[in-house]
């Protein structure tokens, strides 16, 4: 079965039909004013100046990658834009599929994503790096979910983040000279409350002291608790409040929006309670059957 065949060489035209003598052809990754390579050839081993100059007869020669969507704009040799048209891509072909180019906008070998997202495995090789997020404690996602990873720059600590709230990552501390791993650091001061596990030991150097309690101002609807001001410490999941109309034992279950100061909890039990000054103790709970020992 034969097919037709495909534009051999490109012709640009002006508005009145008339070839478009060294005009220009200026190429960007498709939707963006990225500059991105066309090629003179096939081989795709030879970049087109970027703008392309066309000919005496208004004509170049134009190879595009596959799986790469362009976006020309067509000016005369005055740089007068004559057009635009975005998110060119070539037809479906072998080498779509064969050996397609590495994603990205660029050269097209490298990109940028906003937000990446993947499913299943995720597996990395050489010997280059990950690069982790990195920001102060008060740079943390307002809605942080299990599995989070980031660097804290207010800690200088790896921390992940789990239903019991964020957590230092692989320890912390110095350590000697080569793979000589002299130290382990713990902090001073408890600033929030801690639940050991069930079944769990747990241990510290001393001295050891809790810092203070919270205290700010909210109010409760339903098992939803909203901060609206804090006067000191933080909150944690885990977390018993106390302030009037608050029912005795109600306890921080999750954080929504809020990570330890201002903004949203959810809390249980489900309650009613209008604006008023909450509390909570700062306090280490140990689960029967536990130990938590201070060196």
């Known amino acids: 079965m034969a097919s037709l065949t495909p534009t051999p060489k490109q012709q640009f035209f002006d508005s009145n039909g008339n ?3 060294l005009g220009k052809v200026y190429t960007y990754a498709g939707g963006t004013t990225t500059p991105i390579a066309t090629y ?3 081989a795709g081993d030879t970049a087109n100046t970027n703008p392309i100059i066309l000919d005496s007869r208004g004509m170049a020669n134009i190879w595009l990658q596959p799986t790469v969507a362009y976006k020309f704009l067509i000016t005369d040799a005055n740089d007068v834009a004559q057009y635009s048209t975005d998110n060119i891509l070539v ?3 072998n080498l779509s599929f064969g050996s397609p180019p590495a994603i990205g906008d660029v050269a097209p070998n490298s990109g940028a994503f906003t937000t990446l997202s993947a499913t299943q495995n995720v597996t990395f090789t050489g010997f280059g790096y990950v690069l982790m997020p990195a920001g102060a404690t008060t740079d943390r996602p307002a809605a942080p979910s299990s599995g989070m990873m980031r660097y804290n720059t207010t800690t200088a600590k790896f921390e992940g983040y789990t239903p019991a709230g964020w957590g230092s990552l692989g ?9 000589n791993q002299s130290f382990y650091e713990n902090d001073q001061i408890v600033t929030t409350s801690y639940t050991l596990q069930a079944g769990k030991n747990a241990m510290s150097t001393g001295v050891i002291t809790t810092g203070p ?3 700010g101002t909210g109010s409760i609807a339903g098992t939803t608790l909203t901060i609206a001001s804090v006067a000191q410490g933080v909150l944690a999941v885990g977390s018993i409040i106390s302030g009037t109309g608050v029912t005795v034992g109600t306890t921080i279950s999750e954080f929504t929006t809020a990570t330890g100061g201002i903004g949203t909890y959810k ?4 309650q009613s309670v209008s604006a008023t000054t909450i509390t909570s103790p700062v306090v280490i709970t140990i689960p029967t059957g536990a130990r938590y020992v201070v060196i």
């Open 19 to 21: 070839p478009l003598v």
């Open 40 to 42: 003179t050839s096939q």
């Open 91 to 93: 037809p479906v072909d």
């Open 171 to 179: 320890g912390s501390g110095a350590t000697g000279g080569g793979t």
């Open 213 to 215: 309690a919270f205290s």
């Open 267 to 270: 809390i249980t039990p489900s």
